[in-house]
Nanobody, 127 residues
């Protein structure tokens, strides 16, 4: 069982930066692929970024590529999402997710690839 707690959301202006953090419980954090998803009002939850457990390869949605960076600190059981050049369309609740223990590293883009979810943190970007 993995518990995830996100933090770092807030209200910022267009062009600003934020760093989201997701703290995970457990002693095998380094063997979970970690992902960030977001959900805007009235929209489906969508993939934002992932970092796979085997070699820390990272993957991004086209809408955030070049602006967002996912990283992890296994010693702190924490995954981060650095968000630069924020736009109003980035406004959403951001969720951290963990895949299955030692799972298939090719599975990271779908909500169904993840087993554990945090409660979400709100990010609002004003124009």
């Amino acid at each position: 069982q993995v518990q995830l707690v996100e933090s770092g959301g807030g209200l910022v202006q267009t062009g600003a930066s934020l760093r989201l953090s997701c703290a995970a419980s457990g002693r095998t954090f380094n063997r979970y692929t970690m992902g960030w998803f977001r959900q805007a009002p009235g929209k489906e939850r969508e993939f934002v970024a992932a970092i796979v457990w085997s070699d820390d390869s990272t993957y991004y949605a086209d809408s955030v590529k070049g602006r967002f960076t996912i990283s992890r600190d296994n010693a702190k059981n924490t995954v981060y999402l650095r968000m630069n050049s924020l736009k109003p369309e980035d406004t959403a609740v951001y969720y951290c997710a963990a895949g299955s223990l030692g799972g298939n590293v090719k599975l990271y883009r779908s909500r169904n690839d993840y087993v554990y979810w945090g409660q979400g943190t709100q990010v609002t970007v004003s124009s």
